[in-house]
């Protein structure tokens, strides 16, 4: 093979890499873009045929979406039961991971995985029960128990991705402490723990998502008063008639874009957390 | 002030005695008060005609009639059939698509990091909202797609397209995780049996197929155990673009044992589907606590 025909050769190869690239960007992250442009569209503008490529944008739609009542009441919803489940389960479940790390007793195997099979299950197989069980302890349509369901589905996924993380420590630093007299809870706190910064802030993001994104257990356990985010999204897509375009998809990026933004902050880490435990 | 600081050392050696049951035993606790207690709870609701006016324990045994009426409902068991359809085809489609996009991301380009942050997005997005948004984007009357298309086609209104539309964005949305797993994997394979394979004269397509692809196979069992996991239980997309329908089209077994529950209030039917959910699903976690168990101890 000449010299020449094997860089061309090269060229055509990178020419296709790209081709692919952008293809890739085109179908996974055009048709956002898309409905990101709806968002700031007038109502006319959203409607038209061709539409249009480009215009000035125009923002009445998100003032409109966060000078209701409705909107705000949601968002504030999502953001106490999504804060609080992530706190409470990273003070149980970190504690707890550290343990499965470090320590081997009589059925911590069984245990660990007994936890990780509870992730999978099926959330609509798990919520009827939940449902009945909440109601009569008086906790179903409050912003506590789904505070509680999150926080105990958050906790096999802390359990999976942190023991891995502790697992990769060196265990020469606790046991250097061991030496000079420190107790067990002293060292967690003081050494591990910040050692283990960025596999909890993995962590915290999954429980983040688990909690912002989740839908089913949400439209069962809450009210008009305590209800998220998604389950007010879902009441405007169920609207048949006179869909509000641009209310819907300014509300959309609205959910949306803290999460995107937070998640593209720590990407490095969530891809490692994303592929912790599958790929060990 | 003594005893006290006496008091805290002891506490502090009670502590430091009982360390790993003590901080095991908050997540214990809560999961099986949380998990534990209403599985058991649907379990035994599946065997009893039980109506939410009664008392938890008031029901009356009914043995396996539950079970029974569910499979003689034929909406259950097309939902079941459906289900294991779905899941085949969306799995299968998530795997190879999968593949391809890790594949090509997995080339050393310049600006190839940004793209394979761009690909993060859509796994981010709120599902519901992923679901609005095509739903937006199929509408017959002013959606992108059928404009290009250059007919109103209803997307969500014909049983055959409704399901392929459910099934498209579930596709849409999960690809790109199952591309950044199996990119994680194809990174972390050593380059040796690669670089050999290609010294001997073996063509990309032929490394691909006897070097990389076998070296890969633990990480795309792994994948493909974990998504038929996450696909059997599909809900908030179908939840939100079709509601089940046109026709019962797109009722998948989550949204009838959901209907069944919370619509049609019959919760003993309701447990009784939950419980088949469950066993069919307990299969494949076993499965995958083994797959990656056994990669665990490779390592």
Redesign the interface.
């Known amino acids: 093979m000449s010299v020449a025909s094997s860089r061309r050769n090269r060229v055509i190869g990178?020419s296709l890499?790209?081709f692919?690239?952008i293809m890739?960007?085109v179908?996974?992250?055009g048709?956002?873009l898309?409905?990101l442009g709806?968002s700031l569209k007038t109502r006319a503008q959203?409607?038209v045929?061709?539409?249009v490529l480009f215009w000035t944008p125009t923002f009445e739609h998100y003032a409109r979406v966060l000078t209701q009542a409705d909107f705000i009441a949601s968002f504030m919803n999502s953001l106490t039961v999504t804060s609080a489940s992530v706190a409470l389960s990273l003070v149980?479940?970190v504690?707890?991971s550290?343990?499965?790390a470090r320590?081997r007793?009589v059925g911590s195997g069984a245990?660990f995985?007994s936890?990780?099979?509870?992730r999978?299950?099926?959330?609509?197989?798990?919520?009827?029960?939940?449902?009945?069980?909440f109601?009569?302890l008086g906790i179903a349509n409050s912003r506590i128990g789904l505070i509680?369901?999150y926080?105990?589905f958050s906790?096999?996924l802390i359990?999976w991705i942190m023991r891995d993380f502790f697992e990769g420590l060196p265990k020469e630093l606790e046991e250097a402490a061991y030496i000079d007299g420190a107790?067990?809870?002293t060292t967690?706190l003081r050494i591990v723990l910040p050692l283990a910064r960025p596999g909890i802030v993995t962590a915290s993001i999954l429980c983040l998502?688990l909690a912002?994104?989740d839908?089913?257990f949400a439209a069962?356990l809450t009210n008009n008063a305590t209800r998220t985010?998604?389950v007010l999204?879902?009441t405007?897509?169920?609207a048949e008639t006179g869909t509000d375009?641009g209310s819907?998809?300014a509300s959309?990026v609205l959910?949306?874009i803290p999460?995107?933004i937070f998640?593209?902050m720590v990407?490095r880490h969530?891809?490692?957390g994303?592929?912790a435990?599958?790929?060990? | 002030m003594a005893s006290s600081k006496r008091f805290g050392s002891v506490l502090s050696s009670w502590v430091d005695k009982h360390f790993a049951i003590l901080t095991v035993m908050p997540t214990l606790t809560v999961t099986i008060l949380v998990f534990g207690l209403p599985l058991i709870l649907s379990l035994m609701l599946s065997f009893q005609g039980w109506s939410a006016q009664q008392s938890l324990f008031g029901g009356r045994f009914v043995g396996f009639a539950n079970y029974i009426d569910l499979f003689s409902d034929p909406q259950f068991t097309q939902a079941l059939w459906l289900t294991i359809a779905y899941t085949v085809i969306t799995v299968f489609l998530e795997l190879t698509i999968g593949l391809g996009v890790a594949l090509l991301l997995n080339k050393d380009v310049p600006f190839v990091k940004a793209f394979r942050t761009a690909l993060i997005v859509p796994m981010m997005i709120t599902p519901i909202v992923a679901s609005m948004c095509w739903k937006l984007l199929l509408d017959p009357n002013y959606g992108i797609v059928d404009y290009f298309i250059g007919s109103p086609i209803l997307w969500l209104g014909d049983p055959t397209l409704a399901r392929i539309s459910v099934g498209f964005v579930n596709v849409w949305q999960n690809a790109p995780y199952v591309a950044i797993l199996l990119l994680a994997g194809l990174r972390s394979l050593p380059s040796e049996p690669i670089e050999a394979a290609a010294i001997d004269g073996a063509t990309r397509f032929q490394i691909f197929r006897h070097v990389t692809f076998p070296l890969l196979t633990p990480y795309i069992v792994v994948a493909l155990l974990l998504r038929t996991i996450f696909e059997f239980r599909t809900f908030d997309n179908v939840w939100v673009m079709t509601g089940g329908g046109p026709a019962d089209a797109t009722k998948l077994l989550s949204v009838y044992t959901f209907m069944t529950s919370f619509f049609a209030f019959d919760m003993s039917l309701g447990a009784a589907a939950s419980w088949i959910m469950l066993l069919i699903v307990f299969v494949f976690c076993v499965l995958f606590v083994a797959a990656s168990r056994r990669k665990e101890n490779a390592l």
Do not use: E
């Not at chain 1, 936890?115 to 509870?118: A, F, V």
């Open positions: 990178i890499t790209y692919g690239l890739l960007l179908i996974f992250i048709p956002l898309w409905v709806l959203i409607f045929t061709p539409p149980i479940g504690p707890a550290y343990v499965f320590f007793f245990v995985y936890l990780l099979l509870m999978m299950l099926p959330p609509v197989a798990i919520l009827l029960p939940i449902f009945i069980l109601t009569r509680i369901a926080t105990t906790l096999p359990v107790s067990r809870m967690f998502l912002w994104n839908f089913i069962i985010l998604p999204m879902a405007y897509a169920g375009w819907m998809t959309g959910v949306v999460v995107i998640s593209l990407q969530l891809v490692a994303l592929s435990g599958s790929v060990k």
